[in-house]
């Protein structure tokens, strides 16, 4: 069956512009993760999604950051006015249950092949 | 917010050597995760595991909690295996969700 997609897997952005980053879970994967990898770390986690709902987006490095998942599948990461530090890859991951509370953390998060973001 | 510390950064071996990576953390956890991240960012989960020790092919990984330790060890390794294993835990209690990722440690295999 098909993993997480990405798209698009390159982008390269002026300083300024507004970028939107895709991400397709694995169908019927009820979580959704973003997190943001800057170059020579391990990713950091941005935000998670419970089907439709935006249940924690503490990891959001500023208001210019948003993201959302509307129908409970296919969601979308949008970055307003780019600046340089925003250049990273953008990792999205499912899992096919729902994560939220004590004990949640034990399900395999599915990873798709990332985002590489370039601002200029 | 728990530390995740690996070791080393960087490992450079011969083609059928026994590779150890370490993983560290300081505060308790329900489950440590190790990945492998190839070239072009994509990233696979190896192993989750809250206890003992774990098997897969060449691959082996166990933990210690009461030591907080994680390790990471490749039997027989391949110039395959080149590729950057991360350490990842969900912290025990509320937001347990979230993945907390070590660096990374960038392995090289040399035939």
């Known amino acids: 069956g098909a993993g997480v997609s990405q798209s698009p897997r390159y982008k390269v952005a002026k300083r300024g512009q507004d970028v939107a980053l895709r991400c397709d879970p694995i169908s019927g994967h009820v979580s959704l993760f973003w997190y943001q990898q800057a170059l020579g770390q391990g990713p950091e986690f941005l935000t998670y999604f419970q089907n439709e709902a935006q249940l924690d987006k503490s990891g959001l490095p500023s208001d210019r950051f948003f993201a959302e998942r509307p129908e409970g599948s296919v969601s979308t990461l949008k970055i307003q006015r780019t600046q340089q530090e925003d250049s990273a890859v953008y990792l999205c991951a499912s899992s096919p249950s729902w994560l939220a509370g004590y004990g949640g953390g034990t399900d395999t998060q599915y990873f798709g092949p990332g985002t590489r973001l370039t601002v200029l | 917010?728990?530390?995740?510390?690996?070791?080393?950064?960087?490992?450079?071996?011969?083609?059928?050597?026994?590779?150890?990576?370490?993983?560290?953390?300081?505060?308790?956890?329900?489950?440590?995760?190790?990945?492998?991240?190839?070239?072009?960012?994509?990233?696979?989960?190896?192993?989750?595991?809250?206890?003992?020790?774990?098997?897969?092919?060449?691959?082996i990984a166990t933990i210690n909690i009461q030591e907080k330790h994680s390790s990471l060890h490749i039997t027989a390794s391949h110039p395959r295996d080149s590729a950057v294993y991360i350490c990842a835990v969900t912290n025990s209690g509320a937001g347990s969700y979230q993945l907390t990722f070590g660096k990374g440690t960038k392995l090289s295999v040399i035939p």
Do not use: D
Not at chain 2, 17 to 30: A, Q
Not at chain 2, 33 to 46: D, E, N, Y
């Open chain 2, 1 to 59: 917010k728990n530390e995740v510390e690996q070791s080393p950064q960087n490992l450079t071996a011969q083609e059928g050597e026994f590779i150890t990576i370490n993983c560290s953390y300081s505060v308790g956890i329900s489950a440590l995760h190790w990945l492998q991240q190839h070239p072009g960012g994509g990233i696979v989960s190896l192993f989750m595991l809250s206890s003992g020790k774990k098997k897969h092919g060449r691959l």
